[in-house]
Structures are given as C-alpha cells and as structure tokens.
C-alpha cells in the first residue's frame, strides 16, 4: 500500500508535537523513521493507525483521502501497529490475546496462530499468561495477530527495544519476508543499526518537522547528523582499579522474573563497572532487586560491607534504578520539586512552593532536564525521567544497581546518562547494570556477567572476551557452567 | 447434629446465600470490565422497595422482580455514564449514590411499612426433590434460588468462554489496547455495568420478595452490599469464588441460629451480628496467600502451592481507571 502523508499537525494542548510533516511509503518497501526522544515518531504513527485524531492534514492511502474515526477504521484498510508501549493485555493467555479482535473467517483461532507461528519460526505456548513472555515474545505475538488481520502496511514502533540480539534477527528476517511478500513496514527507531540494515528508506524527524530524508547506502554520520546536527561523542569509559569487595552475594536463590535466580555467588568491588548480560528475564532483574534488599533471597545471603543487607541496613549507601521509570522508580501526579522533597533527610510538616525548590533547580540543571520544578513527572519525556531519577540519587553511594539505565533513550540522551554515571564511578561507587544491549555492556563493562535461565553462566573481565562469546552465553551454550 | 437438621441447615444456607450471589456476581461482571460501582448497598435496598411495591400494586411478582431490576441497572448507568463518559470519579458518584438510594427507598418506602404483600411461592423440583439429603438442600426451593445457582455457571461461562467475555476482560486489563482493537471500550463498561446492575436490583427482589419478605426499616438487607462488594475483591474477581464466599457468608448467618439455642446465656445480638467480623476474618485468611512469607512457606510443598495460587486472584488492572481521550 502507499501512504502518503500531507502537512500533518497535532496539538496536545501547548506542546504541538509534530509540525507539518510530509513523508510517502511506497508498497513493499521497507521505510524507516528516525529521530531523537520526543521528535514526534509516535505521535504521527498513532495518526497514522487512527489512535490519535490529526489537529490538521490529510492521509492518502494508495491516492484516496481518507479520514478514521478510530483505529478501527484504519485496520479496516489494512493497517496494523505495534505500539512502543505494548498495548497487549499482560493477564490474558497467548490465544486469547491473539483472538481478540481478529475476524478469523471461521478458522479455529488456535490452528491459526500454531500455522502463522510456524511459519515465522516463533515458539508461543498458546496458553501461557502473556506477562509471563518476554519483550520480545511478546512483540512476535502482536505480529502474528496483525499478520493475520491480513495488514498491508505494518507500523513498527520501537521494536528493538528490550529484545536480545536473537530475538532481534527473528524479528528482522519476519519483517523482510513480509516486505517480499509486498506489504509495506514503517519502522520507527533511534538506533541507527536497526534502520541501517532493514530500510530502503529513512525519515528524520526533529522537533516534529522533517529534517531530512535519505535511501540506502544509509551512512551513520549523515543520519546522526540530521538526527542531532551534530554527531555525537560517546563518553569516556572511567578506569579505575578495582578495589575491594563491597557486595556479596553468597549462593543466592530468589523467585522473581521469567526463571527466578538460581544459587548466585558473586562479589562486587569498589569502582567497579559491572554490566549483566542476558536474555531479558533471565535474571539480572532479580539479582538487581536482591542485590538493593527489595526482594528477599529464599536462599542464601546478601552481604554489603560484610553485614547482612537488610532492608534499612544500608539505606543511602546502595541505590537502585528501575527500568519501569513511571511504575517503580517515579510518583505519577508528583512534581519534580515533590520527588525531591520525599528525598529531605527530615520532611518538615508545612510544605511550601520554597521547599526543597532549591534542589530541585540543582538537579534540573545539573543533569539540564527539560522541565521545571513544577512539571508533574508523568509529563516528562522518557529521557529526562531517567535525567530525574539520576538527579534523585543519593549523593554518594557505595553500590549503584541500574536496570537498564538507557533503556528508549536516544544515543544523545543515553551519552548524558553514561557521562552522569561516570562521575559516580570516578568518585569510587560500584556500578552494576544490565543492558540487552551487548554494544553498550561492551563499551562501559569493565566486568561481564552473563546470565542464562536464571543462573549465572559466565563472569569475566570485559577486556578478554569478545562478543561472539558472550552471544554465546546469553544464548546458554558452551562455557561449561551453563546448567 | 442428625442428617434431618443438617440438610435443613445447608438448604437454609442455599436459600439465603441466593441475593448476595446476585448482588456479588453482578459486581463481579461490572467490575471485570474495570468499573467499580460502589452504589450497591443502596441500589439494593432501593431495589429491595421499589419490587415491593411494584408487586404490591400489581400482584405479580414477575413485575417486582423486572421493577427491581430496572431501578438496579438505572443506577448502575448513572456510575457508568458519570464515571466512564464524564470522567467523574467512581468512587465518590457510587458512594454518593449509595447513600441517597438508602435515604430514598426509606422515604418512598414508608407507607409500605410492614404492608403484607406477595411473595415468590416455593417450587420443587419433580423428581429431584424427592432425593434423599440433595433433594432438600437444592430442589426444594423457589425460582429465586435455582436461578442464583444457576447464575454462577451461567456468569462464568460468559466471561470466560465466549467472545463477548473477552472483550470484557480484555477492556479490564487495559481499554486502551482495546480501543486500538477496534472494540470501544467506553460501550463494553456502559454494557457491564448494566447488566451488573440489573443483577443488584434482583438481589433487592430477591430480598423483599423471597428471603426477608416485606419492606420495613431495617429491611434486613442493610449492609448486604458491601458484604457484596467484599466479596468481590477477596472471591479474586471470579464468579466462582465469589459464589463460594456468598454460600460462606450465609453459612454463617445461618448457623447462629442453633447456636443461639446451644448457648442461651449468650445475647442474641451477638449471633446476629458475629457473621460480619467473622466474615471480615475470613476473607483476611484468603488475602494472607498474597503475602511473601506465605508465598515461601508454599514455595516448598507442592499442594500448599497450588492452593495458595487457586486463592490468589489480581484485580482487573484498569480497574477504576477508564481510558482517558484528549
Ligand atoms: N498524550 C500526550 N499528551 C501530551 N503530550 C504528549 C502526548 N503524547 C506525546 N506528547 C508530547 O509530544 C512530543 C512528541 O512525543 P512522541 O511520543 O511522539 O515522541 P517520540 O519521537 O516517539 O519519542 P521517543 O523516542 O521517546 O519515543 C513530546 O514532547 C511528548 O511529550
Ligand atoms: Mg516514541
């Protein structure tokens, strides 16, 4: 199908998030859109699939204007979109996420989904609780429904986030085939990789105009360029000699996750870069919480500074990151200034606007949020959440746990927050964090773990290993320990 | 205690457990598809009078039990259109709401005040009731109660075996990826929390014109809806359960009953009003399977297990949330 997007518009109230954008897709291709955090690639993807009403601008689709109503009307013509925030129903099984909504002309729903799974290569246990899948898994199940509603023109936003490097190529070779068989697929991304390797085409989108557009050979400093208008550097790693052990886990067991943590035995050092490898799921999350005392081990103990981590023991001293900004780490409703006020040692009874606002400005610009002390938090964009947050810390901790800490974050974005936690390092805190990002592990890690079904499989120096041997123990093969 | 008093008791509790099923499983309906209607005990009673007096007036029961009904999923559509179309809080329409139908079926009630009036004539079973211990505790009552127990089934095949019911679990979880399916889910909340409400309202009938007769005040139905919506939250959202802490809760009631002759020396009012707490004990055991330390306790032994996670139950994850649209 060709789409064609004339001067598209949309207000939400002040912010006016995409400002006249025009861009075509030709059938069967492959188009990619770019952009850094808060471009406007969402929010022209939702028009685009009828979830969002356009403020102005018109939709052709193979030349004739069209208008929705709603996304039904859009699926009607045969587009379908996986959104960035996966809009799946977490508590209901596979097939029932898979029927709902799908006209299946008669065909049994479960036949259907086992010959289209087959037929892509992926393995979805049709009754499996959906919050039980991983990331991955759960993006290759939206697929199949969308490929089954028949879509023309498939809408991917942000697929690669959260998924391994296998998942990834799963993902890839589907989406080719589907090209070939002459659907069309718009891909939104910040990774450059992603869109290099699949897109014929790109888009870039900056402040919600287009700034530029280019086809393949796709070169990574033109597309940085029109991206930042400058290409940005990464930052320097932080060397630092390891010193001694400050965290101990000592034959650990923990429920939690896909597999849980399986008996993990492990010591982390002062100034250390520790990054934790993995499918997602595969327990670095768990071991992230036990490590930061929030969850209890069933087995075994936590030792920080040679005492049992309690839940209170080492408050201030190990601090932790969550990956789900909004769920774990922030308080939807409160404002800036409030999170700093929850911080105060001692929270005087009468708050005023004066409270704590002097940190809260601090914070903003030491980490040049985008935001005043008075933005509620849920309106910050991804990037200067995960900003806040770092802003939030306390200011020298012994142990800094992260999940995921670049996680949706553009390359510009994600080199502040490395620079932020270099400073931590530098200063001698130990830095734990997990990536699915094998790149990013490669280019901070001074220490690999890499975790496999809940165990850890491989714990190394980052300066001697290589890639290929990592994917091999994140996939659970070879190095011997793997169980 | 000999068989002959035993299945008298057991069908005692059948009989009176057969409102709040309605009540409960309504609530259940209403509150899968994420909307809380809180308005029950008032509905209930409002609905209890207003099938009173239309049975009254009319001399069928059939019309109090329509009359009931209709007044049931009238309130429950002024929760839903207030909550899901207008952006009101839920909470604070339902509660509201509670209130001024208590305060109205008192003051529309009042000249029906102890007014003998009709009510549903027993129908047992052919064949069935003759059965011996069975046939009292299940087949010799009134289409009331075969229609509770026969709603519990009925609520769990809807939801879980039909299209229509994943659509309403579906607009639970999360509306907006139901609105991205095409379904609307501002329509299927309006749609439950109708059908929730009819169910209420024949819980009213079913209380003036079948288990406590009569309208007065007290009615005897006071405080039924909140046991109702209790028993929502602690039966994990699903009609089954639900139905099993409504036989419970009646139990309960009804074992106070020989107690009391067992034990003279303790007041009356203790009986009457111990199935309350002792209900609110209850429903705390179930919530304990929630807990860390029970979770690990369980972690080790297979059947504790299993049967802590066939207790355990999450809420609809939108539940009170609606989908907002700029
Ligand atoms: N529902 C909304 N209400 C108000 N503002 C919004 C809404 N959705 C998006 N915005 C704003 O519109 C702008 C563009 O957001 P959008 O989500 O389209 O960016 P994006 O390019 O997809 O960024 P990212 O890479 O972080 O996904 C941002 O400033 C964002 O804060
Ligand atoms: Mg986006």
Request: contains cysteine; glycine residues 12%; charged residues 20%.
């Amino acid at each position: 199908m060709h789409i064609q997007l004339v001067d598209i518009h949309k207000r939400f109230g002040a912010v006016h998030a995409n400002r006249g954008i025009s861009l075509s897709v030709g059938a069967g291709t492959i188009h990619g859109v770019l952009g850094e955090n808060g471009a406007g690639k969402s929010t022209l993807m939702k028009i685009v699939a009828g979830f969002l009403p356009k403020t102005s601008g018109e939709i052709r689709l193979d030349g004739e204007a069209v208008s929705y109503r709603g996304p039904a009307d859009a699926t009607r013509r045969g587009i379908g979109m996986l959104y960035q925030d996966p809009l799946d129903f977490p508590a209901l099984t596979v097939l029932e996420n898979f029927r709902f909504g799908l006209e299946t002309a008669g065909r049994d729903p479960r036949a259907l989904l086992a010959d289209l799974a087959g037929r892509f290569g992926f393995d979805l246990p049709p009754d499996r609780v959906v919050e039980r899948l991983t990331v991955g898994e759960r993006q290759q199940l939206e697929i199949l429904r969308l490929v089954a509603r028949n879509v023309r023109t498939l809408i991917l936003d942000e697929p690669t986030t959260g998924i391994s490097a296998t998942q990834k190529d799963v993902l890839f070779a589907a989406l080719r085939r589907l090209a070939d068989e002459g659907r069309s697929v718009i891909l939104v991304s910040h990774k450059l990789e992603d869109v290099q390797v699949l897109c014929d085409r790109v888009t870039v989108l900056r402040e919600g105009r287009v700034a530029g557009e280019a086809e393949r050979p796709l070169r990574t400093n033109d597309l940085l360029g029109l991206m930042f208008g400058t290409v940005p550097h990464p930052p320097p790693r932080c060397e630092n000699p390891a010193g001694t052990p400050v965290l101990r886990l000592d034959g650990v067991s923990a429920p939690g996750g896909r597999a849980g943590l399986r008996d993990c035995t492990v010591a982390i050092r002062r100034g250390e870069v520790v990054g934790l490898a993995g499918v997602e799921g595969s327990g670095q999350g768990v071991f992230l919480r036990v490590a930061a005392g929030m969850v209890r081990p069933r087995r075994g103990r936590v030792l920080f500074e040679d005492a049992p981590l309690g839940r209170r023991a080492a408050a201030g001293r190990v601090a932790f990151l969550p990956t789900d900004r909004l769920g774990e780490g922030l308080v939807p409703g409160l404002t800036v200034r409030e999170h700093f006020v929850l911080r105060l040692p001692r929270v005087p009874f009468l708050l005023d606007r004066a409270t704590a606002g002097p940190d809260a400005r601090a914070g903003i610009d030491r980490l040049s949020i985008r935001g005043t002390p008075g933005t509620p938090v849920e309106a910050l964009s991804g990037g200067n959440q995960q900003r806040l947050l770092l802003a939030l810390l306390p200011e020298r901790p012994a142990v800094l746990l992260l999940e995921n800490p670049t996680r949706g974050l553009d390359l510009e974005s994600a080199h502040g927050v490395w620079r932020e936690l270099q400073r931590y390092c530098d200063a001698g805190t130990a830095l734990v964090f997990s990536s699915p990002e094998l790149d990013e592990i490669l280019l901070a890690a001074d220490r690999i773990l890499v975790f496999h079904n809940g165990r850890m499989v491989l714990d190394t120096p980052a300066s001697r290993t290589t890639p290929d041997e990592l994917a091999r123990a994140i996939a659970g093969l070879g190095t011997g320990a793997a169980a | 205690m000999n068989g002959m008093e035993l299945t008298t008791l057991l069908a005692a509790v059948v009989a009176g457990a057969a409102p709040v099923i309605f009540a409960a499983v309504g609530e259940t309906v209403t509150e899968r598809a994420g909307l809380i209607n809180l308005s029950l005990d008032g509905s209930i009673l409002l609905g209890a009078m207003a099938g009173f007096a239309a049975a009254l007036y009319t001399g069928s029961v059939a019309a109090g039990f329509a009359a009931a009904a209709a007044v049931g999923a009238v309130v429950a559509a002024v929760v839903a259109v207030t909550g899901v179309y207008l952006g009101q809080s839920q909470v604070a329409v339902g509660f509201v709401l509670t209130l001024t139908c208590r305060d109205l079926a008192y003051f529309l009630g009042n000249p029906l005040s102890r007014v003998p009036g009709p009510q549903v004539s027993p129908l047992p079973v052919p064949g069935l009731a003759d059965l011996p211990g069975v046939g009292e505790v299940l087949f010799r009552h009134n289409l009331v109660v075969y229609a509770s127990i026969a709603l519990v089934p009925v609520a769990w095949l809807l939801l879980y075996r039909t299209r229509w019911g994943l659509a309403v679990r579906a607009v639970g979880e999360h509306p907006a990826a139901a609105y991205a399916r095409g379904v609307d889910p501002r329509r299927v909340q309006l749609a439950c929390a109708v059908v929730g409400g009819l169910l209420v309202g024949l819980a009213g009938a079913a209380f003036s014109l079948a288990v406590k007769p009569g309208w007065g005040r007290p009615q005897g139905a006071e405080g039924m809806g909140w046991i109702a919506l209790a028993l929502v939250i602690f039966g994990g959202w699903h009609p089954a359960k639900v139905a099993v802490g409504a036989y419970l809760f009646s139990l309960l009631q009804v074992v106070g009953i020989p107690l009391q002759a067992l034990l003279p020396s303790v007041p009356t009012q203790v009986f009457q009003v111990a199935p309350f707490p002792l209900m609110i004990f209850t429903l705390w055991l179930i919530h304990l399977t929630r807990s860390e330390a029970v979770e690990r306790w369980a972690g080790d032994r297979a059947w504790a297990w299993r049967l802590v996670h066939a207790l355990r139950a999450s809420a609809p994850r939108a539940l009170g949330k609606p989908l907002s649209r700029e």
